[in-house]
């Protein structure tokens, strides 16, 4: 009988470990893969092939069930004991020699809120604010500009209200396969009675079939065409005087900025019609109410804080902001993504994004932990990457695989090479902890408690749904061992509750939800007493940041990192329907073997035909940071000069292709916009 055999299930409401969705499922005895129950988000309990497949990792063979330790080179078998030992006298070395900033924590964005607010502690309380998780890489341009204009950096309206819309204005997001469940339970439903979709993304794709118009934007060029809606809009008289006259300020300099703008030259250089530009502009700016969606085609640019600046201006011409049906809403990818970042699994802020420099701030956490944190800003997740070898010795990477995520990846592979001590602690044997010197073996979705928080800020219980394999352990437990280990201080939570209690007192946005409270249901933040369930349409009187106004800002366009020779192709990435980021846990299930179709180069039939390469063949795409090679779908879906792929796998390999400039704001990668030259390898 093998492990998983005599493993028990057992049946409770949890909350799927995929996307940022949050829908509720659980255990079904009868077939043994994973239900949906009604949940707070999936009310009919619906759910897409991915929360299907959930159970498939929970029960998979290579799952890592004893911890391992690096011997003669080699990662094997140890006990909990030794590799405990191994980190705190690695660790004790660098703090003792360098300080704790010779040391970085990678949090996790599809770990529980409890457990991320715990490694978040360790770190501070070790003297350290190098804490960052992957928020970091898919919509930290978004959180920044959004906070800068409006004062948080979250999906304004909610998912229910949305419905409510006349317009959906859908730009770099592909919800049809990322977020299966908001667009066929939410969006889907609206669109059919009558609801207009404006979908501006380089390629067609799932979500462009329902459409009223599509613009094919050129990957890197937003700014143009949002300037020039932004224009026809003004131009036309189409804005909102009134919420422009009370809501917002600069608006005599953002017309003045408008009047220069060449909507011709703009389409031109966007590469879209300008008369799909100019009615884009005319669906959403008659709009009684329009609501803005927005993904990561839109944030991972060097750019991406000033493209979403760009949008947010749109939002506020119109007065789309405050109401039911209208607002900015960013679809968060992994499932806790808005969470570890809400408990302060960020460099520059702690829980409840309280500045890192805020004296009164830093003062109330030593209040509750004995400890002040320290007041420098840390370095982001890839700034962490780039430094390692060099002042960064030790790193502890907690459910992330960023020698698979992370850009530009055989720089990433040199720098987690001259790293001199690696933790990784997972649930498989990833690329990353292939590098490390201890691996610690982690508990999935199914074996663990706590809260996450999802895309539109509800807040939702995880319950156990399976006990652990061999001598993995709960990741909470792990992260409790490893913080009174390595601080003087005590980690005696029982369970997440406890910890939940506390970040409830640390985190103001939390403050008043409990545990006990949240239930089957959820609870939203910001979370006031008076809201029963929480505040669901934000910025109704007065932006959370307290003001009134907020502010028109001109955004001038500013040319992608890499430069387009002649013969080059741009790649733009995204995900599919049946796989996950870096792929660490849906690689590894069924579905991937069913749909294997999905991992090929998207290319136009012109740019195919010039290149002599035809549907299915072998190509070899390349730059001067790697080459990567993969088979080719030939199809008009995606815009001319442009190839798609996915980001899903270690072979090929798409990020040992991407540049690793940030943006100067949010230090977000440019992933979506790539020279690359294409050539054929093998004929089909
Ligand atoms: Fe899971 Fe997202 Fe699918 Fe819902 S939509 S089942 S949260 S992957």
């Keep these: 009988m093998t492990d998983s055999e005599k493993r028990s299930f057992r049946s409770q409401p949890s909350v799927c470990p995929f996307c940022g969705v949050g829908c509720g499922i659980e255990y079904h005895p009868s077939s043994g893969t994973a239900r949906g129950w009604p949940a707070p988000v999936n009310r009919r309990g619906e759910i897409c092939p991915k929360g299907a497949a959930a159970f498939d990792a929970v029960d998979d063979d290579e799952r890592l069930t004893e911890p391992l330790v690096r011997d003669g080179g080699r990662l ?134 329902p459409a009223s118009l599509h613009l094919p934007v050129r990957p890197g060029y937003d700014i143009p065409l949002l300037n020039s809606i932004a224009a026809t809009i003004v131009d036309e008289g189409l804005h909102d005087e009134a919420f422009v006259h009370d809501r917002t300020s600069g608006f005599d300099e953002f017309r003045s900025f408008l009047e220069e703008v060449d909507i011709e030259e703009n389409a031109a250089l966007s590469g879209v019609d300008a008369d799909d530009l100019r009615r884009a502009a005319h669906l959403y700016g008659e709009a009684e109410r329009a609501a803005i969606i927005t993904g990561m085609g839109m944030s991972q640019h060097h750019c991406g804080t000033d493209n979403v600046h760009a949008l947010l201006n749109l939002a506020l011409l119109t007065g789309n902001i405050g109401k039911p049906g ?209 505040v669901g349409i934000l910025h109704v009187d007065e932006y959370e940041s307290g003001d009134e106004r907020a502010t028109l800002v001109p955004i001038e366009h500013v040319n992608p990192v890499d430069s387009i020779d002649d013969d080059e192709l741009v790649l733009t990435t995204g995900r599919v329907l049946q796989h996950f980021n870096s792929g660490a846990v849906t690689r590894r299930s069924g579905v991937l073997m069913r749909m294997r179709s999905e991992d090929v180069l998207q290319i136009h039939p012109d740019d195919a035909f010039d290149r002599g390469i035809s549907d299915g063949d072998t190509v070899q795409v390349e730059n001067d940071r790697g080459s990567v090679t993969i088979q080719v779908d030939v199809t008009p879906a995606i815009r001319r000069g442009t190839v798609f792929a996915t980001f899903h796998y270690a072979d090929p390999l798409i990020n040992t292709l991407v540049p690793d400039e940030l943006d100067s704001v949010a230090k977000i990668p440019e992933y979506k916009h790539t020279a690359t030259r294409v050539t054929l390898v093998t004929d089909s």
Excluded at 168 to 188: K, T, V, W
Excluded at 473 to 490: A, C, F, K, P, V
Aim: charged share 25%; proline share 5%.
């Design 76 to 209: 094997v078998k140890s006990s909990w004991k030794e590799a405990f030992r191994r980190i705190v006298e690695a660790y004790s070395t660098f703090l003792h020699e360098d300080g704790a900033d010779a040391l970085a924590f990678f949090a996790s964005s599809n770990c529980t809120n409890e457990e991320n607010y715990l490694l978040q502690k360790v770190a501070r309380l070790l003297g350290t604010n190098n804490i960052d998780n992957c928020a970091r890489l898919c919509h930290s341009s978004t959180v920044a500009a959004m906070q800068a204009r409006f004062g948080l950096g979250a999906m304004t309206n909610t998912l229910e209200d949305l419905k409510d819309a006349d317009v959906y204005f859908i730009i770099g997001a592909n919800p049809a396969e990322q977020h299966p469940i908001i667009f066929r339970s939410y969006l889907l439903p609206a669109i059919r009675n009558g609801t207009d979709l404006v979908h501006i993304d380089p390629r067609q794709n799932d979500t462009t079939r």
């Design 326 to 534: 209208v607002g900015v809403n960013p679809l968060r990818g992994q499932n806790n993504v808005q969470g570890a970042s809400d408990v302060g699994a960020l460099p520059d802020v702690l829980p409840g994004y309280q500045s890192v420099l805020d004296d009164e701030a830093r003062a109330r956490i030593a209040d509750e932990w004995g400890v002040e944190p320290p007041s420098t800003p840390g370095l982001t997740e890839v700034e962490l990457t780039h430094r390692f070898g060099d002042d960064i010795r030790g790193a502890y990477v907690f459910g992330e695989n960023p020698i698979v995520t992370e850009p530009n990846a055989n720089r990433v592979a040199d720098a987690f090479d001259s790293l001199e001590f690696l933790v990784v602690h997972d649930i498989f044997r990833t690329e990353t902890a292939e590098y490390a010197d201890v691996v610690l073996p982690g508990s999935t979705w199914a074996e663990k408690a706590g809260t996450v928080t999802n895309t539109d800020r509800q807040v939702m219980r995880m319950r156990t749904n399976a006990d652990l394999p061999g001598n993995a352990r709960r990741d909470l437990d792990i992260i409790r061992e490893l913080g009174s280990r390595l601080t003087d201080l005590e980690f005696n939570y029982d369970e997440p509750a406890a910890v939940f209690e506390e970040i409830t007192r640390v985190s103001p946005i939390y403050a008043g939800m409990t545990y006990d409270g949240i239930g089957t249901a959820s609870q939203r933040w910001p979370y006031p007493k008076d809201a029963s369930s929480g």
